[in-house]
């Protein structure tokens, strides 16, 4: 009698103990449904979040660079370096200004004594400077060879003193008419400092056609060509006919 008891009371505690498990293989047929709604607001929020991001990485691309940012990186084209033009004389080879200036108004003896005043002036020159030309050549022409100081602009605010600028000058004059010729340039050099050689003067035609130190002689063709043509602007202004008034004219 006690072993059919001891029996019995074994039995109910075993089913006792098995029926949630047995109810938790029935109920869950899907796995992990019981305790994670994929059909939840919540669920379906995450899911969401995460597929957008796992997609925006899998588009991301650390080399891939775009084309502002090229640009940006791109460096800047290295132009060549233009030299000036000279006006040459291909006949004669050598740098030449010269223009024919019209005046109908003047006339070459007039002319002439204008550009005798602003040469004594501005070259610091004498009466007998003139006085073989005048007696050879009846007041029509002017020929002689000058110097400027030579003044190498090598920026806009310094320029460098690197000697006289020579040149030939050659005024022709007739009624209503005049003509200017200034070639045969020539860079004299400042007196060298001891122990340097260098050479006396160069004429310019070399810097043209130098191949080395290509920008310093250019720098100093420019410096020329500055020089000349601000001469020839004092030229044209100090031989055109001056304006007369009539003082009845009222």
């Known amino acids: 009698m006690n072993i ?3 029996t019995m009371l074994g039995l109910g505690a075993f089913l006792l103990t098995s029926t949630p498990l047995f109810a938790q293989n029935e109920d869950d047929a899907n796995g992990y449904d019981n305790y994670y709604d994929y059909d939840s607001p919540d669920s379906s ?8 991001g796992y997609d925006n990485y899998d588009n991301y691309d650390p080399y891939a660079s775009s ?7 791109k460096k800047p084209e290295k132009k060549p370096y233009v030299r000036i033009e000279m006006p040459y004389d291909t006949i004669t ?18 002319l002439y004594w204008r550009a005798k005043r602003f040469l004594i002036g501005q070259f610091e020159l004498k009466d007998k400077d003139f006085k073989e030309a005048e007696e050879k050549n009846n007041m029509e022409k002017i020929i002689m060879t000058l110097q400027l100081p030579y003044e190498l602009k090598k920026n806009k605010y310094v320029t460098e ?17 005049y003509k200017y010729d200034i070639d045969h340039l020539k860079h ?14 160069v004429y310019l035609e070399y810097y043209m056609r130098a191949e080395r130190n290509i920008i310093y ?23 055109k006919e001056p304006v007369l008034i009539d003082e009845d004219d009222w």
């Open 161 to 177: 003193n690197v000697g006289k600028l020579e040149f030939k000058l050659a005024l022709r004059f007739k009624d209503g008419k």
């Open 45 to 52: 929020a995450t899911d969401s979040g995460y597929d957008e």
């Open 188 to 201: 004299n050099m400042p007196v060298a400092a001891a122990g340097k050689n260098q050479p006396e003067y």
């Open 217 to 239: 002689h250019d720098q100093l063709l420019r410096s020329a060509n500055r020089i000349l043509n601000k001469l020839i602007v004092d030229i044209k202004k100090a031989l």
């Open 93 to 110: 080879e050598l740098i030449t200004y010269t223009e024919v200036v019209v005046q109908d108004e003047s006339y070459y003896d007039s």
């Open 4 to 6: 059919k008891i001891v």
């Open 67 to 73: 084309n502002s940012s090229s640009d940006q990186t």
